[in-house]
């Protein structure tokens, strides 16, 4: 008596047996389709695109000489390699020294799936230039401007088509070529002029105006009121 | 009972610490250690600063982190937000393949801007300043393109 509603129970579980099974195989696939979608997002999370040249190449694979440095590209099966006149190419017309952005999925072992590759032009330095320093020397007869940083001299010319700008406490605002004095701190934006590589082209010129110590004195604040 | 096991371990360990038992283990602390570590954080610039690309004028190097974008990420659109944090009040300059924008970091040094992205390849520079001189500077390099990867 006290064992058959167990054996009852028992009789119970056999039946759903087969419910259980198909619970369990529902389960796997959501956590299949979890992992997929997680995957996914994972991915998005740590697409890449690497710059650089090619060292090596095989294959399945690319060796890229980045700034920093060698990087493996493991070719993905439906990698599209581009040149330079947007044609599609194969690995194989790819060269040793040839400058490549090689864009796709960095793995946990620091490589990267390579899905697209697109080849570059040679590589051209910047020429802007952002110096700090202080005015040294103002032209009176042209619109030339001396700036010393810390380790050179600039000689800077500003046209019209120079921001000048002044920054007082976190407003910066416009000026004119009159309110740039000597001995102001400034910050400038220039490139080498094409003529000369000594001149520099000011595209931008930031003075920082000293803010005003504030004074000990209430009586000097009251004359400031007054003034 | 336990109490009076533990009350005897640390009586017993104070004592031999006095007693110089440890002198010859080493825990990690003695002056080499220190002086390689303060060699590391002097070496290093300082720790919160993002790697390699920081840069400073005249020894006189301030914070500089960029918290978006991502260095070497793929943008597919052409507006770009460019957020980071550096010295409070600190005077921000980007430059982009385009364009250039000064700006002044708020109290608490955060800053943003938007800037305009080329087809390829974009290299852009943000560097900050501060009154006295201090600088950083840091290198992005940010593919734009609308292909799908």
Do not use: C, H
């Not at chain 2, 980071?84 to 708020?106: C, H, S």
């Amino acid at each position: 008596m006290v064992f058959a509603p167990v054996a009852a129970a028992q009789e119970g579980a056999a039946e759903t047996t087969p419910s259980g099974e198909k619970i369990e195989q529902i389960r796997q696939e959501i956590q299949k389709k979890v992992e997929e979608k997680l995957n996914n997002v994972l991915n998005q999370i740590k697409k890449r695109a690497w710059i650089g040249t090619i060292e090596e190449k095989s294959a399945t694979a690319i060796k890229l000489l980045t700034l920093k440095e060698v990087r493996t590209v493991n070719l993905a099966e439906d990698v599209k390699i581009i040149n330079l006149k947007r044609k599609e190419i194969s690995v194989d017309d790819l060269e040793k020294g040839q400058r490549i952005v090689a864009m796709g999925f960095v793995q946990t072992d620091g490589t990267m799936e390579g899905k697209r590759l697109v080849l570059l032009p040679s590589y051209k330095e910047r020429k802007t230039k952002v110096i700090f320093g202080t005015i040294t020397d103002k032209s009176s007869e042209e619109k030339i401007i001396s700036i010393t940083g810390s380790e050179e001299k600039y000689e800077v010319i500003i046209s019209d088509k120079t921001g000048l700008r002044e920054r007082k406490n976190s407003k910066i605002s416009n000026i004119t070529y009159e309110a740039v004095k000597v001995n102001q701190k400034v910050i400038a934006i220039i490139t080498p002029t094409e003529s000369n590589g000594s001149t520099y082209q000011a595209k931008t010129i930031l003075v920082l105006t000293a803010l005003p110590k504030p004074s000990a004195a209430p009586t000097e604040k009251a004359d400031e009121k007054d003034e | 009972m336990i109490g009076v096991v533990l009350g005897f371990t640390t009586t017993g360990l104070l004592w031999a610490k006095k007693q110089g038992k440890f002198d010859n283990i080493n825990f990690g602390t003695n002056k080499q250690d220190k002086q390689n570590d303060n060699e590391e954080i002097e070496g290093g610039l300082d720790a919160t600063t993002t790697p390699s690309d920081t840069e400073s004028a005249d020894e006189k190097a301030i914070v500089l982190e960029i918290a978006s974008p991502e260095n070497e990420s793929i943008s597919e659109t052409e507006k770009l937000e460019i957020r980071g944090k550096t010295e409070p009040n600190a005077t921000v300059v980007v430059v982009w393949e385009e364009g250039e924008d000064i700006l002044v970091a708020d109290i608490t040094g955060q800053f943003e801007t938007e800037i305009n992205l080329v087809g390829g390849e974009n290299l852009i520079e943000v560097s900050s300043y501060n009154d006295e001189g201090g600088s950083a500077k840091e290198n992005l390099t940010i593919t734009y393109t609308t292909t799908k990867i």
